[in-house]
């Protein structure tokens, strides 16, 4: 990449030029984008004034604030007042996971004094009624034991808005109702929408959204997004999407969701990472073998049929969770954790992705038939409920990839997914190479594996590191074992949910954990070919339900001479 | 949980008792991340354990507790041992007789574990100098409790005089979500605040504190006035113009913020169980530089 020219260092011409740059933005680490590269930056620039102008009631208002002290470490990060608008209140997610989270946040006394929640829904409902519907998701799914003033806390600042998103009257009503909230909580309209619904939907509400005003932030003031996978089901409708989005919330107004960033042990992979000497020096094509990510679920499609055939395995969950997980294995050291130097390291690994040059071998999906799944007899995807017996929708997918750099040239990464596997398990496994030499028997050595350092991501949190270790009481036998660690038990009170931290970032207005377009446009870019390739080679291979999917994807692996790590 | 009882015993025993239950349980690694040693007396025992396993489920530990028995007795060391399924980490209760209560960082030094950090929690009496205590010597973080001292105000005051960075005390603990809910209130800028007032029981040891923080930070007069309780009920700050920030808290539980120009707002600020106030202490454990300065503030400032 070419660097402007810069004035030597140290002299009164560079210290000018740095401080006319801004501490927030170093130039000289922005690749360059070429004319075909996804959603050219042209908010790059502007961002540092816009952001700061989106964030005032928190970093500024810091600033001026006497109680406020970089060193006092007690203190959290508590959103300024605000007003959060739920559409899709009667969905799964909200019920599951957004009432539960707005509730964990409030009991860990993390939601500003009025903060207040709008739902928004196709109801004759009154606020009483909506109330009582986050009462019992509450009640059923809070992670924190419920605390009768958390809940009057959290009960004054509820109200609904009944209506269908294609009804103006609906949404000037929900206009009114917010500022009316401002006048009698304090929210000083800031808004948050949002959208849990059908990505059909985005573009009415945003359209209803822009019509009514409320996507636009009156000075002191902000007004945000977020917005829910998927991001479109390719490359051009991911485009079509953003330029909905963009057309009325500016891109620093915008959080995308990929709820496996705001888990504890994802982001404990930069700390593993960067924080430490151990790793770093072996982290690399000199001692990695490949790289294997998995995330395997063990039920099938469920209710949700509708949502899954025609989408498939690869683009549920490859396109974002995986690709993620992969960027922030693979990426360079970012300069820090803010958003703009995370997502710069983010893409560039993206864009250093590489296709196999053979998909047929590189590349495999499975679909499950009937089967046993753990003691018990499961239907096959195409005998599900809605699913048309001739899909193609793959229900299993692996992939080959690898990072055209220098650290990771010639290292392959391995993406799988699937349903109805044998069980619920996602991880990253750094697969390192054989020792150069051993210096013992080969019989003493038969059983000896790879090492490996594992990150397990759910259910089971923590890290693994595999090693050879001698066996007991031989002469030298030795073979792997296991080392495990876990920072406090995974069923503790005081590990937060992912929602609860992405939840409480789209408040504060803090977007490191959420993808850029960019992100999400380069993760089409890889994705596209092999959905293209796919479609026009015949079916997916059935697996029996309860196994580790297709023989295809096993034999992708034993062409290198490799094996997937059994689960 | 496994519990198993050692009498007439030494560290080492202790020691390969642990390492056998561990090895007996199937699970002879796991990750403790720090030894949190307790120093309490027999009454405040159960509390202390009970705190420290809960806190423990955050962080796991090795927690010791040192419980002095009678002097006057001959020499003797005996030790409860608890190994739980239910809780990460382990519990030892040792109970020193005779000359060893002198001594306990004698037995306590070769139960920590190796090379992780050690915090040292007196949940009732504690040393005029914790840093120079021979147990609080061997800890990094240093946590005390003003509230349960003979006069907690005292305490609390008194508390600058042997300080040494790693120190704390849970009356600082206490005041988090005060001091969070205020500096939230005053991220929208109401102005100078000119005076104030700080309410809270007659003797509560976070009153001054709170009264010293914020007269620290704000640059102006806090008084601190008696209200009949519980803990803390009321702070109020006024600005040049005469208008007020309140917040009013009277059933330790919900409080009402009320801004100058603003609704009135319920906001849920519940005293909290020891254990939670612990959790908070063992998540940093690099100095507390701003309870420093406001101990330090508040030794210097007159007392009302
Ligand atoms: N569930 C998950 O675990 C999960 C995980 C990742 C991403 N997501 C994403 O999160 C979003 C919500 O997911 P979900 O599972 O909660 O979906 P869902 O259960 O299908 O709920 C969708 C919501 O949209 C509302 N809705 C649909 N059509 C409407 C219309 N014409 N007018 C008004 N309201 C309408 C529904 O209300 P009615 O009750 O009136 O139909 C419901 O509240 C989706 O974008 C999904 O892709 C979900």
Redesign the interface.
Known sequence: MTKPTKPAPGTEAAKAAEAAEGAEAPENVVPPIPATSPAAPVEQSTAVAAQVAATATTEETVAANPLRDPRDKRLPRVAGPCVLVLFGVTGDLAKRKLLPAIYDLGNRGLLPPGFSLVGFARRDWAHEDFAQVTYEAVKENARTPFREEVWKQIREGIHFCPGEFNDDGAFDVLSMMLKEIDETRGTGGNYAFYLSVPPKFFPTVIEQLKRTGLAKAPEGSWRRVVIEKPFGHDLKSARELNAITNAVFPEESVFRIDHYLGKETVQNILALRFANTLYEPIWNRGYVDHIQITMAEDIGIGGRAGYYDGIGAARDVIQNHLLQLLALVAMEDPISFDADALRREKEKVLRAVQLPADLSTGTARGQYTAGWQGGEPVKGYLEEDGIPPDSITETYAAIKLEVANRRWAGVPFYLRTGKRLSRRMTEVAVVFQRAPHLPFSKDDTEILGQNALVIRVQPDEGITVRFGSKVPGTAMEVRDVNMDFAYGESFMESSPEAYERLLLDVLIGDPPLFPHQREVELSWMILDPIEEFWASHGKPEGYPAGTWGPASADAMLARDGRAWRRL | MTSFNLTGTTASKISSTLTRLRHQMGAP?I?M?LTLVAVVDEAGQYDAVRAATEAA????SRILVVINRDPAEPNRLDAEIRVGESA?GEVVLLRLYGDLTEHADSVISPLLLTDTPVVVWWPGECPKVPAKDPIGQLAGRRITDARSAGDPVAAITGRAEGYVPGDTDLAW?RL??W???????????IGKVAEGVVEAARGNPSGPLLAAW?SD???APIQVSESSGPGLTAVRLTVAGGEELKVNRSDA??AT?S?PG??D??????RRPTSELL??ELR?L?P???YASTIHRLAKKPRS
């Open positions: 690694a990750g991340v489920r955050e962080h796991p990460p603990t988090t979500p001091r969070s809910l205020l500096a939230a209130a005053l991220d929208q800028p914020l930070r704000l640059n539980r919900l913020l801004k603003q609704p707002r319920r906001v849920a600020l519940a959790a908070e940093r690099d507390d530089e701003v």
